[in-house]
C-alpha cells in the first residue's frame, strides 16, 4: 500500500464525506429547495407585469416574457374548460402563483430540516475528533 494513498484517504475532506453520505438525498434536496426558494420570489414581478400589461391596459402590451405568460394563463383556462377572458387569465394566473408559494414554503422546511441534519453531522464529526484526540494522546504518552 502507498503510502499517499493512506494519506489522502484520511484528509479531512474524505471523512466529512464519510459523515454526510447518510444524509446525501437529504442534503440535496436541502440545496436544490434552498435554490428554489431563492429563485422563485423572481416569478411574482413578472406576473404583476403581466397583470398591468396584459390584463389591465388596453389595449394590452405584450413583450417577450408576458407574451409568454399569456400563452401558459389561456393554456390553463382552456384546459379547466372556461373561456378566454382576462378574469379567467387571472384566475389561472393567481392558483399558479398559489402553486408557487406552496412550493416556496415547502423549501423553507425543507431549509430548516437542513439544519437539523448539519446538527447531526456536527455531533457526529465531533465525537470523531475527540476520539482521534484522545487516541493521538495515547500514542504520544501524554
Known sequence: MNPDEVKISKSVIFRFVGFVRPYL????GAALMGIGKF?????FPFAFKYVIDGLVTSPPKFDHITRMIDGWCVELSGFAG???TPTNKLAAL???MLALYALQSLASFRI???FRIRFS???RAGRSSRACSTTFSKQMNW
Open 94 to 96: 393567481s392558483i399558479v
Open 39 to 43: 429563485t422563485l420570489p423572481l416569478a
Open 121 to 123: 453531522i456536527r455531533i
Open 82 to 84: 372556461y373561456s378566454i
Open 112 to 114: 430548516c430540516k437542513s
Open 25 to 28: 438525498r437529504l442534503v440535496v
